[in-house]
Structures are given as structure tokens and as C-alpha cells.
């Protein structure tokens, strides 16, 4: 696989976020090619184990169909600018967790994607509180890359409207999380 070229702003502002992120090249499996700190600290997995795959590893064998389905749906259609899902994912020691995926198109100037752009955040054993802050993070995420993306002819796909506080989402994945855990024998 030859890397794409990833402009420095946007490897630096990756380096500098206080949320998770990672980038998938836009070609065939789409192959991660970049990941940050809050990345491999809420996965556990280091740059060596990830790069250069798709992302779907972190889901082990977990069926998570209705979540799949949504980001087919988004991967091989124009149809949607953005996803936002909860999906089952797993920490490199085996750990599940629930995590709210956020992915975006980046296009080039004739709209012809060049990566996915994607944000985890865990929302197994979050608050609510917690929830409204990591969606105001990741807006001043998306809204301050947006110039440095410009500038190399890149732009993001989707709006604000896919970031939406879902308290609900957290009271699901605990539901989730707890199925995976097994029954409560207390």
C-alpha cells in the first residue's frame, strides 16, 4: 500500500486533540494510515498494530449488524456526508466497550474522497455530562480543521447536525455493555 500524502496540519492538529481520532486512507478496505494518542489510549493498540488496516479489527467477532449496515451505507454512497453510530468494539486486551463512531469524508478539490475521518469515543460507562462535552469537542474539532484542510485543497463532509447529545445512546450501551458482560449473578 503507498501512504497518501497527509498534509502536516493535519497530522499536527491530529497530535494535538483531546479526542480520539484516527484517518482511513479512501481505496479499497480503507486502511487506516494515521491514529492519535487518545486513540491508542482508548484502544490500547500502538501505531504498528493498526496502520495499515482497516479499523474493523477493533470489532473482533461481534456481529454488530445495524451498525455495519449504516457504515456500508455511508462508505459506498454519496447518499450521506456523515455517520454517527454505536458499535461494539474491543481494547487490544480484550476488553468490549461501546463506541459512538463518528466518520466523515474528506474530499480533494474535485470531490473525489481522499480519507475517512473518524472519531471513537466510549460511551459504555459515560454520563451524560460527559457526552455533551465530547460533542462540543469534537464540533471545535471538525470546525478548526476545516482551515488547515482548505489550505490543502481537502474538505470534510457532513455538518454539525450528525453530532448530536444522545443520552440515550449512553443508557444503551450500558444495556449493551452489561449483556456482554454475562448475567448479574449478585
Avoid at 461481534?62 to 454517527?84: K, M, Y
Avoid at 476545516?146 to 490543502?152: G, I, K, R
Wanted: overall charge negative; aromatic content about 6%; hydrophobic content about 40%.
Amino acid at each position: 500500500m503507498e501512504e497518501p500524502s497527509i498534509p502536516f496540519e493535519l497530522r499536527d492538529y491530529f497530535e494535538r486533540s483531546n479526542i480520539a481520532l484516527a484517518l482511513a486512507a479512501a481505496e479499497p478496505d480503507n486502511p487506516l494510515v494515521l491514529v492519535n494518542e487518545k486513540f491508542r489510549s482508548l484502544t490500547g493498540y500502538a501505531d504498528d498494530d493498526v496502520i495499515g488496516r482497516n479499523c474493523r479489527l477493533l470489532q473482533k467477532d461481534v456481529e454488530n449488524r445495524e451498525a455495519r449496515e449504516r457504515i456500508h451505507a455511508f462508505l459506498e454512497g454519496d447518499a450521506q456526508a456523515s455517520v454517527r453510530t454505536p458499535i461494539i468494539n474491543f481494547r487490544k486486551n480484550g476488553e468490549p466497550f461501546v463506541n459512538l463512531l463518528y466518520m466523515s469524508k474528506l474530499r480533494d478539490r474535485s470531490g473525489r474522497p481522499r480519507f475517512l475521518f473518524a472519531s471513537q469515543y466510549d460511551i459504555s460507562r459515560s454520563h451524560p455530562e460527559r457526552l455533551a462535552e465530547y460533542d462540543a469537542e469534537l464540533a471545535r474539532t471538525l470546525s478548526r480543521m476545516t482551515p488547515a484542510l482548505s489550505e490543502n485543497g481537502i474538505v470534510i463532509e457532513g455538518t454539525l447536525m450528525a453530532i448530536a447529545n444522545a443520552a440515550s445512546l449512553i443508557a444503551q450501551a450500558k444495556v449493551t455493555l452489561s449483556d456482554l458482560d454475562g448475567p448479574d449473578l449478585s
